[in-house]
C-alpha cells in the first residue's frame, strides 16, 4: 500500500451533500425487492444467500452446503450443487415459451442491426459449444476471447461456459503485447477474435494483433476462430486459423448442457493491480451466477417482460461480464448491445439508440455522463428519452452535478439512480441502493446489498464510526467473491486478506456520513482509474522502463474533470542513449515514449502527458514519493518535501518544468 491518504477535503464538500431523492410512491409499490429484505438477510446471511441461489437458477443437482469458509480466504459456495450458465441463460427461458423473447437488440456501429431472440441465441450458444468441441476444447481448458461488442462474444463466452472451458476476455483495446501475456498466464487452447471493428465509421483492426501476440513460439493455441465482423483483408495462417461462419454452419445446433460443479471455474478475468503483473481473477460458477442474478434483479429493478435494459460496458471488463452477458441473460432480460462510441456519427447516438428501442434502464460510467454533460443538454432533450426508469453508475465515484445531471437530463428528474461500488474482485455489486427503497443521494453508493458485510475501517482494521473515513473492506464471504489469482494462490493471500488478517482489503477509500451511508474516495494504492478503466501506475512505469531510452520513470493519476484521473508520467532518460536531437527532441521523445506504451499496453494507457525530469523524489528507502509528483501534476506546490532523501529535488522538476 502506499503512502498515500484518503482524500479528506473532498469528503468535507459530500458532506455537505443534503438533497435526498426518495423512491415514488408508484416505484416503490411495485418494485422487486422492499425495504424486510435487509432484516431479512441480517437475520441469517448463509440461509438469505441458499435462498437466492434456488430462486434465481436452476440447479441441474441442488447443493448441499451453502458455504464452505473453514479454509479462508479459500470460499466453496453452494457445495455439492451443479449448474450451467449457459443453460440457466438460454435454454431454460426457451423450455417456459420464452423463446420468442428478444435477448439482444444489436444495434452496430455502422448502423447495422440484428434483432436475436432467447431461442436464436441458444442455438447459435449450442452450434459454438459442438464447434469448440470439435477443436479439442474440452472442460477446464481456457479460451482467450479477443472481441468487439458484438453478439459473437456474447455467444462465445456463453460456449464455453456450457462445455465447462474457462474463458479469458481480454478487452479489444489491449495490445498484442497485453494479449500475448494473458494467453500465456492462462495457457489459452483456442483464441476466438475477429477480422476487426469499426470506429468512428472506419475499419478497425483486431486480428493483427493476434497474429502479433502468436508470433512467437512457445504458447498453448491450436486455433483462432475468425468472426468476418467488417470483412477486412487479414493475414491467415492455414491450419490454425478458421472462420467463424464456417465453423459454425458445419456444427451442430443441437448440444445438452449438463451441470458443472458449483465451484467449477467460470472465468479468468485479468485485471491491473499495484505490481507490474496483471492478475488473472478467477470466478467460479455457482455463487458469481447467484450474485450476478440477484443484484441485476434487485438494483435495477429488473422487470424481464416489459423493461429494455442497456449496459453500455465493454464485454473486456467485468461489467460486461456481470451485467451484459450473465445477470441480464440469467434473468431473462432483453437487453442493447451496441458496438460504437457515444459520439460517431453524432453526439446524439446514444439517445437516439434509447429512444429507438425505448431503453428503460441504463447502465453506465460517470466518464460518459460527465462528457455528455460537457456536450450540453440539449442534445439528449432532442430525443424522447421518456422510457428511462432507472439509471445505474459504475466505475468510478460519481460526483453529485454530474450525479444531478444525469438524473435531470436523461432521467426527467423521475429515474432513480443506483450508484453501484464493486470490483473485478467481486465478481458482482456490493454496495448500492436499491431504488425502491432507499433515498438516494447525489455521489453515495450509500449501503451494503442485503446479506453483503461491507464496512469502512481505520489503520488497525476497527470499525469508524458514523462521519468518519477510513478503508472499505468487506468482513464476511460473499457468493461472487473472487476464488483465487490464477495460478497465484499466494499472492491472492497477500494481496487482499494480508493488510486486515481475514478480512478482504478493496484497495478503496470510503467515508460513513452521519447517517451511516458510504462513499466511496478512490483509490488508496497505485491503481489508476482513467474513465472507469482500471490502470496501474507500475504497469506503466514498467512499460516505460522498458524503452531503451528511459533510466527510471513514476507514474501518477492526476484529477481529470472528464476522465476521473490522467496518466501523468516523469521520465528520466539514459545519458548514454542515441536520443533525437534539435528543436523537437523532447516532443518528439514524448511521442515515441507514449506509442511505446499504447503497443506495451494498449492505447488506454497512454501518458496523458509525459515528463522529461533530472531526478525523481524519493524517501530516504529509495521509495517514489508518487504524492508529491500528484501534487505537481495537479499544479499543487508540493509543500514539504523534507522526508526526501535529497529535499531539492522537488525544486529541480519544478524548475525544469517551468524551462
Ligand atoms: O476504485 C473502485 C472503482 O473501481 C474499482 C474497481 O475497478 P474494476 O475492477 O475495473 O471494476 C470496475 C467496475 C465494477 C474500485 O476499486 N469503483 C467501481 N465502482 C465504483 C468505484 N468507485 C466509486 N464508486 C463506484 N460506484
Not at 508470433?215 to 467488417?230: F, I, K, L, P, W
Request: charge should be negative; glycine fraction near 8%; proline fraction near 6%.
Amino acid at each position: 500500500m502506499s503512502n498515500e491518504t484518503v482524500r479528506g477535503d473532498a469528503f468535507e464538500n459530500l458532506l455537505r451533500e443534503e438533497r435526498q431523492f426518495a423512491p415514488s410512491q408508484e416505484f416503490a409499490a411495485v418494485a422487486n425487492v422492499h425495504e424486510e429484505i435487509y432484516a431479512e438477510a441480517n437475520a441469517d446471511r448463509v440461509a438469505f444467500w441458499a435462498e437466492q441461489a434456488r430462486k434465481h437458477l436452476t440447479w441441474s443437482k441442488d447443493f448441499t452446503q451453502t458455504l464452505d469458509w473453514s479454509n479462508p480466504p479459500f470460499a466453496k459456495w453452494f457445495v455439492g450443487g451443479e449448474v450451467n450458465a449457459a443453460y440457466n441463460a438460454l435454454d431454460r427461458h426457451v423450455e417456459a415459451g420464452l423463446g420468442d423473447r428478444v435477448a439482444i437488440h444489436f444495434e452496430g456501429e455502422p448502423g447495422d442491426t440484428e434483432t436475436i431472440t432467447y431461442a436464436d441465441l441458444t442455438e447459435r450458444v449450442k452450434r459454438a459449444a459442438n464447434a469448440f468441441e470439435a477443436l479439442g476444447v474440452a472442460k477446464g481448458d481456457r479460451v482467450a476471447v479477443y472481441l468487439p461488442m458484438i453478439p459473437e462474444a456474447v455467444v462465445t463466452m456463453l460456449a464455453c461456459a456450457r462445455i465447462g472451458a474457462i474463458h479469458s476476455v481480454v478487452f479489444g483495446g489491449f495490445s498484442a503485447e497485453a494479449l500475448r501475456s494473458r494467453i500465456d498466464d492462462a495457457e489459452a487452447k483456442l483464441v476466438v477474435t475477429a477480422d476487426g471493428t469499426f470506429r468512428r465509421g472506419k475499419p478497425s483492426p483486431l486480428k493483427p494483433a493476434v497474429d502479433e501476440a502468436l508470433s512467437e513460439s512457445g504458447h498453448t493455441v491450436e486455433h483462432v476462430v475468425v468472426v468476418e465482423r467488417n470483412k477486412q483483408d487479414v493475414a491467415w495462417t492455414e491450419g490454425r486459423d478458421l472462420r467463424w461462419s464456417e465453423v459454425m454452419d458445419s456444427a451442430s445446433p443441437e448440444h445438452t448442457a449438463v451441470g458443472h460443479d458449483a465451484e467449477h471455474p467460470l472465468y479468468i478475468l485479468y485485471t491491473s493491480g499495484t505490481t507490474g503483473r496483471p492478475k488473472g481473477i478467477l470466478h467460479t460458477t455457482g455463487g458469481y451466477l447467484t450474485q450476478c442474478a440477484f443484484t441485476h434483479s434487485a438494483v435495477f429493478d429488473l422487470k424481464p417482460e416489459t423493461d429494455v435494459y442497456w449496459c453500455t460496458a465493454d464485454i473486456g471488463w467485468v461489467t460486461g461480464h456481470s451485467y451484459v452477458t450473465y445477470g441480464p441473460l440469467v434473468n431473462g432480460a432483453t437487453q442493447v448491445i451496441y458496438e460504437g462510441t457515444p459520439d460517431s456519427p453524432h453526439q446524439g447516438r446514444w439517445w437516439e439508440i434509447v429512444q429507438k428501442y425505448k431503453v428503460s434502464i441504463l447502465y453506465t460510467a460517470p466518464t460518459a455522463i460527465r462528457t455528455m454533460m460537457k456536450w450540453g443538454s440539449d442534445i439528449p432533450a432532442q430525443y424522447d428519452l421518456s422510457s428511462i426508469r432507472v439509471l445505474g453508475s459504475v466505475g468510478e465515484p460519481i460526483n453529485p452535478e454530474a450525479w444531478m445531471w444525469y438524473r435531470g437530463a436523461i432521467g426527467g428528474n423521475t429515474a432513480p439512480i443506483v450508484d453501484t461500488w464493486w470490483q473485478t474482485e467481486t465478481g458482482a455489486i456490493m454496495v448500492a441502493p436499491l431504488p425502491g427503497v432507499t433515498a438516494t443521494k447525489p455521489g453515495s453508493a450509500q449501503v451494503p446489498l442485503p446479506g453483503i458485510a461491507v464496512d469502512v475501517v481505520d489503520e488497525a482494521g476497527n470499525s469508524v464510526p458514523n462521519g468518519h473515513g477510513g478503508f472499505l473492506v468487506v468482513r464476511e464471504p460473499w457468493p461472487s467473491m473472487l476464488r483465487t489469482i490464477w495460478g497465484d494462490p499466494e499472492r491472492f493471500k497477500d494481496t487482499y486478506w494480508s493488510r486486515f488478517e481475514g478480512t478482504y482489503f478493496a484497495g478503496d477509500g470510503a467515508k460513513k456520513d452521519d447517517d451511516g451511508d458510504i462513499w466511496l474516495l478512490g483509490r488508496v494504492d497505485d491503481v489508476m482509474n482513467v474513465s472507469g478503466h482500471r490502470l496501474s501506475t507500475t504497469e506503466i512505469e514498467s512499460a516505460l522502463v522498458s524503452h531503451p531510452w528511459v533510466a527510471e520513470a513514476a507514474v501518477v493519476g492526476a484529477a481529470d474533470e472528464t476522465t476521473g484521473q490522467a496518466v501523468v508520467a516523469f521520465v528520466i532518460l539514459r545519458g548514454e542513449a542515441d536520443l533525437p536531437t534539435g528543436e523537437d527532441a523532447t516532443d518528439a521523445i514524448v511521442q515515441t515514449l507514449r506509442t511505446h506504451v499504447g503497443h506495451e499496453i494498449g492505447p488506454i494507457a497512454k501518458p496523458r502527458h509525459i515528463l522529461v525530469v533530472p531526478e525523481l523524489p524519493k524517501t530516504r528507502s529509495g521509495k517514489i514519493m508518487r504524492r508529491l509528483l500528484k501534487d505537481v501534476a495537479e499544479g499543487r506546490d508540493p509543500g514539504d518535501a523534507t522526508t526526501l532523501a535529497d529535499p531539492t529535488v522537488m525544486q529541480k522538476i519544478a524548475e525544469d518544468l517551468r524551462n
